[in-house]
């Protein structure tokens, strides 16, 4: 396979890259982003802080700002990779929401893992456009998870304050604007919190994240628009996803169905539950018993 490399234009202090290389991938340099990445095809091979290290399919890589370090291929099949680069200020804004005061970057001394919610941070993140809520909710969760990775799996003292009116403020805002794209700064607004005191609080709150929640509330409208008998296409348009692809991702993964299997199972049940009642009118007799009448 020849090497390629997939990236896409920094969001939000984020930026997406994917990369299959072989050989000697890249010399030595140095990001002034954090670099938290997933190992999907063969072995990845750096150096980083005097030591080579190696990562296999589905281990976690950490690398922080401005660190030296290169990469190669282990294997002469090569390697495949996705990575997200996170700006220091916007990981530090998060780890102050999270411990409810300033407090240093976090700083891992494991750069191979197979730390599960850094890994699940990564792979949402090129599930789904990022949206300004799912952007807030990959920083507060890599932000979790290198925490947890500092501490060495203990759980970090996390702030347990929560502002009930304002989250419930939220939670209504996003009730009301299920179908659109609802942006970080809409939210700020109504609550007075920073996009990640508010990410944090909802959560404890509620169980799930503001953007997590806001999609689940579009999935109940799509339902509904399914049921009606609209085409999917329509649905995914009306319900606020950016394409009929991205509604069926987001649908499969909540409910383990596609739209379209769904809906065919919905139509094979209605049309099963009415099978009884026609065969009852359609008896030697009915048709007399109901003339005597």
Known sequence: M????????PVGGVELFRAWLAGEAYQ??????YAIGVTDRGVQVFDYRGSAHASMPGQVVVLHPDEIHDGRAGTEDGFGYRIVYVEPAVMAEAVRALRGRPHPLPFVSDVVSSNATLGHAVADAFRAPLESLAIDTLILDLARGL??????????????????????????????ERTRVVHSTELQSITGLTRYDLCRQFRTMLGTSPHRYLLMRRLEFARDCIHRGQPLAEVACDAGFADQAHFTRVF???????PRRYRTLRTNHQRASKRPALSRLRRPGAGRAIGAD
């Open 2 to 9: 020849s090497s390629w490399i997939a990236s896409a234009k």
């Open 252 to 258: 499969r993964s909540a409910f383990g169905l596609t």
């Open 28 to 33: 030595k340099h140095r990001h002034d982003t």
């Open 147 to 176: 925490m947890a990775a500092e501490d060495r799996g203990a759980a970090p003292p996390l702030s347990r304050r929560v502002d009930v009116a304002a989250v419930e403020r939220a939670r209504q805002f996003l009730d009301a």
